[in-house]
């Protein structure tokens, strides 16, 4: 049987750049939500620097005792001991049989299990000689940006002695694969592979060796999405209207970070200093996402004057005065640190009220729409209606509306830096549209909306949710995202024959 191409769609072109290396453009115009890309992984397989996992399905901690791979020994649920079409007999079962390397389950207390860290780059490497044409074409041209990585020493060494030396002393696989060739797929794997989940969502990593080289930035204008039910296949969608030869960008960062923190991130591990237009501009395209209040006057906020430098100062447009790089950043982690323990609280009232006083606290020392601030408030989002104390059904008109404001204030952020095809948003939108129809319900029952306010404000519910919904029914059925998608749909539909049932009488 002749094996399916990896490369199922492709609406784009490759280019180089001295800057960027290779890189991906449209082909063509495309409208937003349009397909762009749609590819098979060269290898999936376990994070690096993770608990020990199941081999087949990557749920984590499996029975160290009892939950073993018959043929190797090796991690392996006794669900997937059943099923012999899974990765790990595909793959690596034969060669740590073969070669009798042992597993060693983890001392107590232990939670990163170094051993494992070798099975996605054997992954890749018996992918490459499964698939040499393909390897040579697509992967030996990837960066992995060796002499960087070496810099870190520690690093290097662990990966050395946890991987390279690993496979090729107790896996016996000198004869077949290089220190150099691996320490390449090492490289080739942190730079450019990209987060999944399983099934049951487990958190795993794959290799999308023509997806992989997309550019960065911090505002992207593609849209992923990987599908565990067709084998983790890949579809890259426009996030907005691209034009032909448009440069494809894709953030390999969080967006929702300050330009500080997505700096340090990229820096440390893709290994170079992003220059996009919202790294470069001070208040982050309008947003003050990273700005602190200024403590000399009453209106201004301290901007970083070169935000992609280390040592930048940060000064007030309206009065001038100066702060250094060390002391803001210094006063960010404090609050961060706060913000931390806050976070580890269990799930309920005390932790709601306790984010809202961190809110009212950072008033006086953040812009409104720091990123602070506005991780804060995705807390928020989720615990109105959800937390015991707050459930949705109990609260009153003025908390439905903190919720609903809560709400525009993330997608004003986000409106921004991801526009348009965004899952972020998508949730956002149907958190929202919930204290609407809550509100506009209240509001008719009180006598303080007439018919046609109560059916223009549901329209406008409706409008959200038709929008999370265009969003997300491009998700995989089984992910998180994919089962809000039927929910919203549902609420959709509901909400349609409401408002239809109304009747022309109300007016």
């Avoid at 960065?216 to 067709?230: A, D, G, L, Q």
């Avoid at 901007?303 to 002391?327: F, I, K, L, Y």
């Avoid at 952020?413 to 609407?436: D, I, K, Q």
């Amino acid at each position: 049987m002749t094996a399916p191409p990896t490369l199922s769609v492709n609406r784009t072109a490759v280019q180089w750049s001295p800057v960027c290396g290779r890189y991906l453009v449209a082909k063509g115009a495309t409208l937003g939500h349009g397909l762009l890309i749609e590819e098979l992984p060269l290898a999936v397989g376990p994070k690096c620097n993770g608990p020990v996992v199941c081999l087949g399905c990557y749920e984590t901690d499996p029975n160290p005792e009892e939950e073993l791979c018959s043929e190797c020994g090796w991690p392996l649920c006794a669900e997937c001991s059943e099923q012999a079409d899974n990765a790990h007999f595909q793959l690596e079962c034969r060669e740590l049989r073969d070669a009798r390397a042992r597993f060693f389950p983890l001392p107590s207390g232990s939670s990163h299990c170094p051993q494992l860290d070798c099975i996605m780059p054997l992954r890749v490497l018996l992918a490459k000689e499964a698939n040499p044409e393909r390897w040579d074409s697509e992967v030996a041209p990837m960066e992995h940006h060796e002499e960087e990585r070496k810099k870190d020493a520690d690093v290097w060494h662990a990966d050395r002695v946890n991987i390279a030396q690993y496979l090729r002393g107790p896996c016996k696989l000198a004869s077949r694969f290089s220190e150099e060739l691996i320490m390449q797929v090492v490289g080739v794997l942190e730079v450019n592979a990209f987060e999944a989940r399983s099934p049951k969502g487990y958190p795993l990593r794959c290799l999308f060796p023509y997806t992989g080289i997309l550019a960065h930035n911090c505002v992207p204008n593609t849209s992923r999405s990987i599908y565990p039910s067709e084998g983790y296949k890949i579809r890259l969608r426009a996030m907005v209207d691209l034009e032909e030869g448009q440069p494809l960008h894709h953030s390999y960062t969080y967006t929702l970070d300050g330009t500080a923190q997505r700096q340090k991130h990229l820096k440390q591990g893709k290994f170079f200093t992003c220059q996009c237009d919202r790294c470069l501009d001070p208040t982050e395209l309008g947003t003050h996402f990273s700005s602190l209040k200024c403590g000399q006057c009453a209106e201004g906020y301290q901007v970083p004057r070169q935000p992609t430098e280390a040592d930048t100062s940060w000064s007030c447009a309206s009065c001038g005065s100066d702060t250094s790089n060390v002391e803001a950043l210094a006063m960010l982690q404090s609050l961060q640190s706060e913000v931390n323990a806050v976070q580890a609280l269990p799930m309920g009232a005390k932790r709601l009220e306790e984010v809202e006083r961190l809110l009212r606290k950072y008033k006086s020392l953040l812009h409104p729409l720091h990123f602070i601030a506005t991780g804060l408030r995705q807390l928020l989002i989720e615990m109105y209606g959800r937390v015991q104390g707050y459930e949705m059904v109990q609260l009153p008109d003025h908390q439905l509306e903190r919720k609903a404001e809560l709400c525009r204030q993330v997608l004003r952020v986000l409106n921004t830096f991801e526009p348009g095809l965004s899952r972020t948003r998508a949730m956002n939108l149907y958190e929202l549209h919930v204290p609407l129809v809550l509100l506009a319900k209240t509001g008719f029952i009180a006598g303080k909306l007439k018919g046609g306010e109560l059916r223009a404000r549901l329209v406008d519910a409706i409008d959200l949710l038709k929008e999370c919904v265009e969003i997300l029914e491009f998700e995989d059925k089984s992910s998180q995202e994919g089962v809000l998608c039927v929910v919203a749909q549902q609420a959709l539909k509901q909400l349609t024959l409401s408002v239809e049932g109304l009747g022309s009488e109300l007016d």
